[in-house]
């Protein structure tokens, strides 16, 4: 099993997991959409970063309380989607790397890692206003050649009304486009690559009904062919090319953020087909992905899942709804109160091109 996310978020901090109170940030407006390599205005959540010194930055984002694919979920009471987060802290990385670290705006940028931890699921209510977020960062890893920033791993807190409410990890490095141009063709043995702008995805297999993945709409399903065997559910990619979302402008490759949801969406299949838990009653808290390779537009994509063995560490929580919240109550042992955890590994002609791990928090009827 790959490591959790809260254990990749381990490690030596600086000013950024020291001050979470300063600086003033700005939620008027979000940031310029090609900072964050967005077309639509509508898929861009931060409105600001700050450098703190060092390599240490804040940032805020505004989270919104309805939006076609991140607010699409069965959830009850409603929680502001984790993977919505994850975009957030993703979209920081890039800016951060355009405006602080100098990285031309006509590289590409490779994910290597994203993850994420929700500790306080309470404090993800989604209310009456829209959500301000606030991420602290500390960039680590940073790799330097030549005098250039070409990659480094961004690790966030995360703060909603001043209280902490998980951590996440983006994972990038960054390309020339001489140098992702030779890197895209090795990878595809030198064969011309595709763009989904124009390449036509078959649909292979039955899409299966939008609540047996946890959404309410159709659209936004990205999983066909859903199978079972015991412990374990497997699924080929639903690619969705106009996707608003999932696909915001052309892609030459399948976007890390597509795999993730493919891994969430199957995630919420194999706890409910293996222990009976509704894709209603259970919220993704953990999420953790390691790429190793690119994602190919033209080969079938295998999403297979398995859960495995919760192994809640002590001194942690578990998570429950009362009167319409989420609370933290501390664990007393019994198996029924474990978070589950589901492994997915997604594979093209047979091997792994991604793994995640998916910690859902079961909440009771």
Same mark, same amino acid.
């Given at each position: 099993?790959?490591?959790?996310?809260?254990?990749?978020?381990?490690?030596?901090?600086?000013?950024?997991?020291?001050?979470?109170?300063?600086?003033?940030?700005?939620?008027?407006?979000?940031?310029?959409?090609?900072?964050?390599?967005?077309?639509?205005?509508?898929?861009?959540?931060?409105?600001?970063?700050?450098?703190?010194?060092?390599?240490?930055?804040?940032?805020?984002?505004?989270?919104?309380?309805?939006?076609?694919?991140?607010?699409?979920?069965?959830?009850?009471?409603?929680?502001?989607?984790?993977?919505?987060?994850?975009?957030?802290?993703?979209?920081?990385?890039?800016?951060?790397?355009?405006?602080?670290?100098?990285?031309?705006?006509?590289?590409?940028?490779?994910?290597?890692?994203?993850?994420?931890?929700?500790?306080?699921?309470?404090?993800?209510?989604?209310?009456?206003?829209?959500?301000?977020?606030?991420?602290?960062?500390?960039?680590?890893?940073?790799?330097?050649?030549?005098?250039?920033?070409?990659?480094?791993?961004?690790?966030?807190?995360?703060? /909603?009304? !001043? =209280?902490?409410?998980?951590? *996440?990890?983006?994972?990038?490095?960054?390309?020339?486009?001489? $140098?992702? &141009?030779? +890197?895209?063709?090795?990878?595809?043995?030198?064969?011309?690559?595709?763009?989904?702008?124009?390449?036509?995805?078959?649909?292979?297999?039955?899409?299966?009904?939008?609540?047996?993945?946890?959404?309410?709409?159709?659209?936004?399903?990205?999983?066909?062919?859903?199978?079972?065997?015991?412990?374990?559910?497997?699924?080929?990619?639903?690619?969705?090319?106009?996707?608003?979302?999932?696909?915001?402008?052309?892609?030459?490759?399948?976007?890390?953020?597509?795999?993730?949801?493919?891994?969430?969406?199957?995630?919420?299949?194999?706890?409910?087909? /293996?222990? !009976? =838990?509704?894709?209603?009653? *259970?919220?993704?808290?953990?999420?953790?992905?390691?790429?190793? $390779?690119? &994602?190919? +537009?033209?080969?079938?994509?295998?999403?297979?899942?398995?859960?495995?063995?919760?192994?809640?560490?002590?001194?942690?929580?578990?998570?429950?709804?009362?009167?319409?919240?989420?609370?933290?109550?501390?664990?007393?042992?019994?198996?029924?109160?474990?978070?589950?955890?589901?492994?997915?590994?997604?594979?093209?002609?047979?091997?792994?091109?991604?793994?995640?791990?998916?910690?859902?928090?079961?909440?009771?009827?």
């Amino acid at each position: 099993m790959q490591m959790p996310v809260r254990h990749l978020l381990n490690g030596d901090t600086d000013t950024a997991t020291a001050h979470p109170d300063g600086p003033n940030l700005d939620y008027e407006r979000t940031l310029d959409r090609t900072v964050v390599h967005r077309e639509s205005l509508a898929e861009v959540f931060v409105t600001d970063t700050q450098p703190l010194g060092g390599d240490a930055h804040a940032a805020a984002a505004q989270l919104p309380r309805s939006h076609a694919y991140y607010g699409d979920h069965l959830l009850r009471p409603r929680l502001h989607d984790p993977v919505l987060l994850l975009e957030a802290c993703r979209q920081v990385g890039l800016a951060i790397a355009h405006t602080h670290y100098g990285v031309p705006f006509d590289h590409k940028f490779v994910l290597t890692t994203l993850g994420i931890n929700i500790t306080r699921p309470e404090r993800m209510a989604v209310g009456t206003a829209p959500c301000a977020l606030r991420m602290l960062c500390s960039v680590e890893d940073k790799r330097v050649k030549e005098g250039r920033v070409v990659g480094y791993d961004a690790r966030f807190r995360l703060f /909603v009304d !001043g =209280t902490e409410v998980g951590n *996440a990890v983006v994972g990038l490095r960054f390309k020339s486009p001489a $140098s992702y &141009g030779a +890197l895209r063709l090795s990878n595809r043995s030198g064969a011309p690559v595709p763009s989904t702008e124009t390449f036509d995805f078959a649909v292979t297999g039955e899409v299966p009904a939008p609540y047996l993945v946890g959404r309410s709409n159709g659209d936004n399903v990205v999983l066909t062919g859903l199978a079972g065997d015991g412990d374990a559910v497997s699924a080929s990619l639903r690619v969705l090319p106009q996707h608003p979302s999932l696909f915001d402008h052309a892609q030459d490759h399948l976007p890390g953020m597509v795999l993730i949801e493919a891994g969430r969406q199957l995630a919420l299949n194999t706890l409910m087909e /293996v222990q !009976g =838990t509704s894709p209603a009653k *259970a919220y993704p808290a953990e999420i953790t992905a390691t790429f190793t $390779s690119f &994602g190919e +537009l033209e080969p079938r994509t295998e999403v297979r899942a398995r859960t495995a063995p919760a192994t809640a560490e002590e001194g942690e929580g578990v998570y429950y709804t009362q009167g319409g919240i989420v609370e933290f109550i501390a664990p007393t042992g019994g198996p029924e109160q474990s978070p589950a955890s589901v492994e997915v590994d997604v594979l093209q002609r047979g091997a792994s091109i991604c793994r995640i791990d998916v910690g859902l928090v079961r909440l009771p009827a």
